[in-house]
Nanobody, 116 residues
Framework: QVQLVESGGGLVQAGGSLRLSCAAS????????IDWFRQAPGKEREFVAS????????SYADSVKGRFTISRDNAKKTVFLQMSSLKPEDTAVYYC?????????WGQGTQVTVSS
């Protein structure tokens, strides 16, 4: 099993940047694809970005393409989400998710608030 802990959220002005981290425990991290999702108040959780176990295959939601960058450091068992040119509509709780043998493990989330 993989346990995930997100960090790096906070309050930032529109146009600013934040880097989120998703730190994992467990021996299988390097073989797990990792996704970032977010959930704004009153809205459903939505996909943000994903990265394959090797880091070769990456995808983004259209709403963040060109502004967010996902990366991973398997030696440190950490996935990063670099967020730039932040907008108020990026305000949400951000979660990372690992896919382990077809099952999902979620972190507890980290709050990102973008002020206008």
């Amino acid at each position: 099993q993989v346990q995930l802990v997100e960090s790096g959220g906070g309050l930032v002005q529109a146009g600013g940047s934040l880097r989120l981290s998703c730190a994992a425990s467990g021996r299988t991290f390097s073989s797990n694809a990792i996704d970032w999702f977010r959930q704004a108040p009153g809205k459903e959780r939505e996909f943000v970005a994903s990265i394959s176990s090797s880091g070769v295959i990456i995808s983004y939601a259209d709403s963040v393409k060109g502004r967010f960058t996902i990366s991973r450091d398997n030696a440190k068992k950490t996935v990063f989400l670099q967020m730039s040119s932040l907008k108020p509509e990026d305000t949400a709780v951000y979660y990372c998710r690992a896919t382990v043998n077809g099952a999902y493990s979620w972190g507890q989330g980290t709050q990102v608030t973008v002020s206008s």
